[in-house]
Nanobody, 125 residues
Framework: QVQLVESGGGSVQAGGNLRLSCTAS?????????TAWYRQASDKECVFVSL???????EYRDSVKGRFAISRDRAKNTVYLQMNNLKPEDTGTYHC??????????????????WGQGTQVTVSS
C-alpha cells in the first residue's frame, strides 16, 4: 500500500523559515497526480494550504500567498513546501495528500486520496 511521509517540521520563531518534504513509497509518482498540503491546528478546523497539479500549476490559500511556495522534484519524487516569514497562525500539523482529484475539504481529500501522518510546525511569537 502506498504511503506518504512528511518531514521537515519543527519549532521556529516568527519570521523564520521551514521546508517541508513529502515522499511516497515506491510505485507512486507525484508528477502524474495532484498533491496538496493541509494544515490542522489543535483548536481550529483543518484547512487547505497549497497544491501542485500534474501540470505544475499551483494554488495557495490567501493567507500564505507570497510566503509559501510549493514545488516538485521529479527525480527525487518529492513535493516540497517552502515556508518563509512564518507567523504564529501558521502553527499546526501539516499533512501531505495526493491523488487523482483535488478536494479542498480535508475530510474528502483524506477519504478519497492518499493522506500522510503529518509533520508538526510550531511558530512562536
Amino acid at each position: 500500500q502506498v504511503q506518504l511521509v512528511e518531514s521537515g517540521g519543527g519549532s521556529v520563531q516568527a519570521g523564520g523559515n521551514l521546508r517541508l518534504s513529502c515522499t511516497a513509497s515506491s510505485g507512486y509518482f507525484f508528477h502524474t497526480h495532484v498533491t496538496a498540503w493541509y494544515r490542522q491546528a489543535s483548536d481550529k478546523e483543518c484547512v487547505f494550504v497549497s497544491l501542485i497539479n500534474k501540470d505544475g500549476l499551483t494554488e495557495y490559500r490567501d493567507s500564505v500567498k507570497g510566503r509559501f511556495a510549493i514545488s516538485r522534484d521529479r527525480a527525487k519524487n518529492t513535493v516540497y513546501l517552502q515556508m518563509n516569514n512564518l507567523k504564529p497562525e501558521d502553527t499546526g500539523t501539516y499533512h501531505c495528500a495526493s491523488g487523482g482529484e483535488i478536494y479542498y475539504s480535508c475530510g474528502f481529500m483524506r477519504q478519497f486520496n492518499l493522506w500522510g501522518q503529518g509533520t508538526q510546525v510550531t511558530v512562536s511569537s
